[in-house]
Structure formats: C-alpha cells, structure tokens
C-alpha cells in the first residue's frame, strides 16, 4: 500500500531462506497493523519453512495465480529498474552493476517516487465482457 521498498539482497540465489529474512524485516518494521505479504507461486515462497515462519510472526501469505507477472509489482518494479540503470548501459565489472541496481532502488521513495506511484497501482484493467478462444 506504502510503496516502501524491504530490501533483501545476495549474489547467489533467492530461497526459502531469503524469503524468511524478508518476513523478518517486515515484522521489525513494529507495524501495528495486519501484515499480507502477496508473492508469486516460486517453490521456494510455499515451503513449510516459510509458512510456519509467517504464522508465528502474525504475517498472512497470500498468493497470486500462477502465470500472472502483471499482478506481481515487483515485476514492474524489476521492468521499471531495468529500463533506468541497464538498458544500453555496459558495467565493467559486477560491483558496478549491482551498485547500479541498489542506487535506483535507493531513489524509489525520492527521485522516482512519481513515476513509481503511477506503475505500482493496484488499478488492474478488467474486461466485462469476454470470450475463450477454443
């Protein structure tokens, strides 16, 4: 609702770990209203290290269905990062692109703020009317 970016970040792979330090954060936040935390459907986000990590913190997982990266706001966030610090841009070496990458997530509340107020909505376009192709 906030847009206020939790940071958790490596230079391997996310895994159920990853995701318990996230949830972690999030409870540390001391936020004294219900927390739902929607995720996609990775593996990793609904094993039973996650889950009973979320119960006992107060935290509701919620999931979204499955093949559907535009309700996911991450993804538009990640499509949004991309475009400002890798598009047409060569890093010599991987510190200089991952420091690329943490100085726009830097800005999300500050220089992109209005933009990213307009991409991360919940406004979803709907059909009222439609028809399955067989």
Partial sequence: MSHELICVTNDSYIN???????LRK????????PITL???????????????????????LQYLPPYSPNL???????KFT????????????????KTAI??????????YKTELDTLLTRKFQTFSKCQSVA
């Fill in 82 to 97: 991309k475009k400002k610090c890798l598009y047409s841009i060569y890093y010599d070496n991987f510190p200089d692109f």
């Fill in 38 to 60: 929607v995720l996609d459907n990775a593996r990793y986000q609904k094993c039973k290290l996650v889950m009973e990590l979320a119960v006992s913190l107060n935290i509701e």
């Fill in 16 to 22: 159920a770990e990853s995701v318990c330090e996230l």
């Fill in 72 to 78: 996911n706001l991450i993804e538009r966030l990640w």
């Fill in 102 to 111: 943490q100085n726009c997530l830097d800005q999300t509340h500050t220089t």
């Fill in 26 to 33: 999030i409870r540390n936040l001391g936020l004294t209203i």
